[in-house]
């Protein structure tokens, strides 16, 4: 799998440069949605089906360049999210496990014991997810659960954005919005 760089003006062909990244086919490896920039490191955490057999890769590119920084394998299954928190990035599998921006190496993982996570992404030093018991924020740079907030009744995923240190979560009919102070 190449990254390609495009020129804007016309979208002729800049770059193309091998990312080292498994090929792919749409039953095994999902890479929609999986790329993201964020403040000057291009990010790839693609999805899996069930088949799994390429859960938890993490990869870092250097966007201007295209070469690649680094690529983990981290202990997550069934990829759902990561996010960035200055020099930390976090990602979710069955739990949340963090890496080192600029190296890879890892950080912490949390073994929460808290169910099935749904990673909502990162605000003001803290990682954010939401599970069968409630909304937790945890440390960026320690993966310490700082909160949780106890949420019943209701079912089925959860939708999440901040906007000005606010968080702002929804699922089964109900909204919530946060004040999240700063780590």
Sequence with gaps: MNLLALDHADGDTLRSKPS?????????????????LSDGTLF???GTDANGST????????PVTGRSLWSVRTAARGNRGYDR?????CCLGTVP???DVRTGAARWATDSGLGGLQFLGAVHGLFLAAGPKGLYGF???SGKQVWHHPVSGGAGSWSAFSVDGRLFTGCSGKLICFSVPKA
């Design 97 to 99: 496990h963090a890496v």
């Design 139 to 141: 440390h960026a740079d």
């Design 20 to 36: 080292g990244l498994p090929q792919t086919n749409s039953q095994v490896l999902m890479y929609e949605g999986s790329f993201r």
């Design 55 to 62: 859960s938890g890769l993490l990869a870092a590119f250097d």
């Design 85 to 89: 928190s200055g020099a930390t990035v």
């Design 44 to 46: 790839c955490f693609p």
